[in-house]
């Protein structure tokens, strides 16, 4: 017993560094975002000058709002450094943090450990700060991430409160800079006054990743997390292809971590596209029961086929001329006559709309205008048993 348990809290795992893989680690570098970073510098240049700038980053999930706000502040503070300028870089989650009084202790927390968490309003909590900025010399960089939270729950008035003091075009000594982090358009939901102190033009939209931009994210990742040549460049494919429906990293990365998760409880030293479709289905599956019931028996033979292919070659991509030999030699286990090429291509059409596969054209490389089938939501073993069990 004690044997079982010690082999495996010590057997080897693909993974080198797990926390590569958490949610709010940032690498060094952001692909993709380069450009955005930029932008961002160029709206914050007179922060150096002790002048407060505002900006809103907006954008679906997934597209690396937080990651780009922490690496522009740690970037902006280290750099103001060397000028002998102190910025103070608070980042406030204001889903967890969605009333004044929570955001404010939040701020306070970071010149003080142990800011009690109660006891004082927000207009005193709003002395202090302008206390603790004034002793150590500082200005303040402070992102409200998610902050259609706070808004939605105590309305602008503690951005009104923040930015009141700095006038944009005015040197201060202290000046409080923030940065409103937002998958909504939040400048609507400011009041006019509030409004006032925010430009409209320091609006950063980031847009979803395209596929071959979440290719180079979960590379990039590959290379922080797992061990050399454990991951293969099929399952780095596939799960660029199953995210980039959402345009999410961070989906992308989830699945890069339950697909390494996969390939260590089978004890293998490499992650292939079946591990990637495991990882997929316990993060969610569109594959179920009912759905592979609404399909005739042919169909059921074609995906079974599929599933098959995938299964043996090991890969995320079959093609149809494969498939369709598989097919003829699968009908006639079931005792099927195997029909003509175009009926089996409508299956195809039929199985893809049913939501069971993707289908897209092979690259350069192969002749004719062959179709890739990738099985991106299931295990090819898992779909595998279960069509054997609906077709006997
Ligand atoms: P958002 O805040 O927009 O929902 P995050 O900034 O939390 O998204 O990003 C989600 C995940 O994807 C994080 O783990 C982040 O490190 C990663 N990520 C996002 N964009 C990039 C990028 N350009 N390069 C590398 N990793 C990224
Ligand atoms: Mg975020």
């Known amino acids: 017993m004690r044997d079982i348990i010690e082999d495996e809290l010590f057997s080897s795992s693909v993974i080198k560094d797990l926390h590569a893989l958490d949610f709010d680690y940032v690498p060094e570098e952001l692909p993709h975002r380069a ?3 930029r932008k961002l510098a ?13 900006a809103v980053i907006r954008g679906p999930v997934g597209t690396g709002k937080t990651a780009i706000a922490k690496k522009f502040c740690d970037s902006l503070v280290n750099i103001a450094r060397k000028q002998g300028k102190i910025i103070e870089y608070v980042h406030i989650n204001c ?65 009104y409160n923040l930015t009141r003091f700095t006038d944009e075009t005015i040197k201060t000594d202290n000046p409080i800079s923030i940065i409103m982090v937002s998958q ?24 979803k990743y395209a596929r071959d931009e979440l290719c180079d994210i979960v590379t990039q990742r590959v290379g ?34 339950k697909a390494g998760m996969a390939a260590d409880q089978q004890h293998v030293q490499l992650v292939v596209p079946e591990h990637v479709r495991a990882a997929k289905a316990e993060t969610y599956s569109i594959v179920t029961e009912t759905k592979l019931q609404n399909l005739g ?4 033979i074609a995906l079974l086929s599929i599933a098959k292919r995938l299964k043996k070659d090991g890969t995320a991509y079959a093609n149809t001329g494969d498939v369709e030999k598989t097919y003829a030699i699968t009908c006639e286990e079931y005792s099927e006559e195997p029909r003509a090429h175009t009926m089996f291509w409508n299956y195809l059409k039929e199985i893809e709309n049913a939501g069971f596969i993707t289908m897209k ?21 898992v779909l595998k048993g279960k069509l054997e069990g609906l077709l006997r």
């Open 35 to 37: 450009e955005q970073l």
């Open 42 to 54: 160029q709206m914050f240049k007179p922060v150096l000058n002790n002048i407060a700038q505002n």
């Open 95 to 159: 889903r967890k943090r969605s009333t004044d009084a929570m955001a404010m202790i939040g701020i306070l927390t970071h010149f003080d450990q142990r800011f009690p968490d109660r006891g004082f309003s927000v207009q005193e909590m709003l002395q202090i700060l302008h206390k603790q900025l004034k002793r150590r010399e500082a200005q303040m960089l402070l992102v409200l991430d998610e902050a259609d939270a706070l808004l939605k729950k105590s309305g602008s008035n503690l951005i």
């Open 184 to 207: 909504k358009d939040v400048l609507s939901e400011l009041d006019s006054s509030t409004l006032s102190t925010f430009k409209r033009s320091n609006t950063l939209v980031l847009d």
């Open 224 to 257: 922080l997390a797992f061990h050399n040549d454990t991951v293969s460049s099929d399952s780095v494919d596939l799960i660029a292809d199953i995210a980039s429906e959402f345009g999410d990293a961070r989906f992308a990365i989830e699945l890069l971590w």
């Open 297 to 300: 028996k042919h169909q059921l």
């Open 361 to 381: 054209l092979s690259g350069k490389g192969q002749l004719g205008t062959t179709q890739l089938i990738s099985l991106p939501d299931v295990p090819a073993e």
